[in-house]
Every structure is written in C-alpha cells, then in structure tokens.
C-alpha cells in the first residue's frame, strides 16, 4: 500500500527546542505553546532529550526509606482519600467513589464523544497524593472551572503504592483553549502555593517521564503530561487501548528493549511518516479490504502520536 501524502516533519527535522523539559518555562507558556510544541517536536527528538536527563537522573543517589514507612505514609493519604469525599465541599462539582477512582464530577462538564477529549495526567509522590489532588481542586474552584471538568484521584495505583504518572488525571470533553488554560494557570498555582506535594526526586523524575514518553504522552513539565482523543475513542481506556494501537503504529511489539532500541524503533516509523488509522479503516487494512483508489483516514500522525491530527489518503 502506498500513501498519498507525507506525514509530518521527516526525522531529519527536529522542531524547535523541546522547552516543555524545562519546568520554569513550561509555566510560561499558553496551552496553545504547548499543543504547538509537542505537535513540532518529533516524539523521537522528545525521547532523545530523554535519554539525556534520564542519564544525570539515574546517576543520582537513591534516597532510601524503610519499606513500612513508605507503606504507612500512603495509607495515610487513603484515609485522606476517603474523608475527602464526604468532606470536601465545593457547589460546582460532586465527589465520589467509582471504580477505582476518586472523581471530581463538574457539574456542568460537556458530554464525553461529541468532540475531541483532553486528559491532563499528574504524577506526584504517592506520599503526597491525596494533598496534591485537593490542591488542585482548590484551585481550580478558584479559577471557576471545577463545573467544565472532571477530576480523578487513580486509587487502583495508590493502592500499589508505587510511583505513578497517571495518579491524578483531569478530563476535558470539548478540549476548549479557554477552559485548558484556566486548567493550566491552576495547576501553576497549585504547584507554586504547595512545592511540597508537587517535588520529585532526580529518580522520581525519570519514572514518570519515562511513563508519559513511553505511553506517547505529550510532555508538559516532569510532573504532568497530556493526550487528545477522538470521538470514536469514547469509552476506550487511553493507557490501553490506544497505546496498544500507537504502538502497533510504530512497530513496537517489544516493550523490553533499550532505549537506544525504542529510539530506533520510532525514528524508523517517523521516517515513513507513520500515522494511526481510525479504528473504521484499519479494520479494512487488516481484512484485506482496500482496492486502488479508496479514501482511508487517519487521526494521528507518529511524529506527534499524543495529539489529534486528521487527513485522508488515496491508495494507488
């Protein structure tokens, strides 16, 4: 099969500066900087840098900490979990216990499946979670969104009691500029009122971001990451499903290799200028069901495999 239009920049081009590495200036920019950015930068040219800051970070001491005070101070922030529900008060939003999740349901939060779907996902300290997530809540009542969002506190990890980059993930339905710029400015606020909750150690931040990169998540700083997903996604787990199809996409069928070997893996994909097919048409693909002259669509481009990006090719 071959493709009608090239995808993307080629590998050759690196974008400009992968800033959003950078935290003070990733809480600088608009959402719009940040969408612009990740979309620039090719993902292989955001592992690269990876590679780099993964190297110093690893090279840091480990802080150690006897395994039943780890465990004892996460417990801790369970019980502060579930007194949250009941206590937490705040006329624009409901809280609840579903599934294994802490939700923050805005009251005036669009319906999922009609447009495209932003989720912001924060990894902090596990021995600060439940703090982190009522920060931001706070914060963002006093940036009058609580009611255009949901809010989740990820339990299933927090029960793990490991590190995680998906312990706190905001969900906007409509993804509208104005409402993930408040998210943004609340989310600054939290981190700079409550340092505290938000700090990572060197190892810490290479845990996550390897997890975000990993799991083709568009950086933000070395706590937060985000992803767009299409209206035919409703109802589809993004850390499941559809990194499985992004990384059928890039020809991952190894997930414990190198680095070096991921590198190579993805920069080969971008090179072709790879795409995810919609769910429709790779079903077509895979049934042998395409003939010279068809129209298949595409929604995301692998040079930028977090965002949405729709188009359409001929086959000759």
């Known amino acids: 099969m071959q493709e009608g239009e090239e995808f993307g920049p080629s590998i050759?081009?690196?974008?400009?500066?992968?800033?959003?590495?950078?935290?003070?200036?990733?809480?600088?920019?608009?959402?719009?900087?940040?969408r612009e950015s990740a979309k620039a930068t090719p993902y292989s040219k955001q592992f690269t840098d990876f590679m780099e800051k993964s190297?110093?970070?690893?090279?840091?001491?480990?802080?150690?900490?006897?395994?039943e005070e780890w465990n004892s101070e996460i417990d801790v922030q369970l019980n502060k979990a579930t007194k949250l529900v009941s206590e937490f008060q705040n006329p624009a939003t409901t809280l609840e216990e579903h599934s294994t999740k802490i939700w923050a349901f805005g009251k005036e939060r669009p319906k999922y499946g009609e447009d495209m779907l932003t989720r912001i996902y924060i990894g902090v300290d596990p021995r600060h979670a439940s703090d982190a997530f009522q920060a931001l809540l706070e914060?963002?009542?006093?940036?009058?969104?609580?009611?255009?969002?949901?809010?989740?506190?990820?339990?299933?990890v927090l029960n793990e009691k490991k590190l995680a980059h998906n312990q706190i993930i905001i969900y906007e339905p409509q993804s509208r500029p104005e409402v993930l710029n408040s998210?943004?400015?609340?989310?600054?606020?939290?981190?700079?009122?409550?340092?505290?909750?938000?700090?990572?150690?060197?190892?810490?931040?290479?845990?996550i971001m390897r997890g975000n990169l990993q799991q083709f998540?568009?950086?933000?700083?070395?706590?937060?990451?985000?992803?767009?997903m299409a209206p035919e996604d409703r109802g589809r787990s993004y850390d499941a499903a559809i990194v499985d199809q992004t990384r059928k996409a890039f020809s991952l069928y190894k997930l414990n290799i190198s680095d070096q070997e991921w590198l190579d893996t993805v920069r080969k994909s971008e090179g072709h200028h790879g795409v995810v097919w919609t769910m429709a048409d790779q079903g077509k693909i895979e049934n042998g069901q395409l003939q010279s002259g068809d129209i298949i669509h595409f929604k995301r481009r692998l040079s930028s495999p977090a965002l949405i990006?729709?188009?359409e090719v001929m086959i000759k």
């Not at 914060?139 to 299933?156: P, R, S, T």
């Not at 600054?188 to 990572?200: C, V």
């Open 55 to 67: 190297k110093k970070w690893l090279s840091e001491p480990r802080a150690g900490m006897p395994p």
């Open 139 to 156: 914060e963002f009542g006093n940036q009058g969104i609580l009611k255009d969002v949901d809010v989740a506190l990820n339990l299933e």
């Open 217 to 228: 998540k568009a950086i933000i700083d070395e706590n937060a990451s985000f992803v767009e």
């Open 183 to 207: 998210i943004l400015d609340a989310y600054r606020q939290a981190k700079l009122n409550n340092p505290e909750l938000f700090g990572l150690s060197d190892r810490q931040k290479e845990k």
């Open 12 to 34: 050759e081009e690196t974008g400009e500066p992968l800033e959003s590495f950078k935290p003070e200036a990733a809480l600088q920019k608009s959402w719009e900087e940040l």
């Open 309 to 311: 990006q729709t188009g």
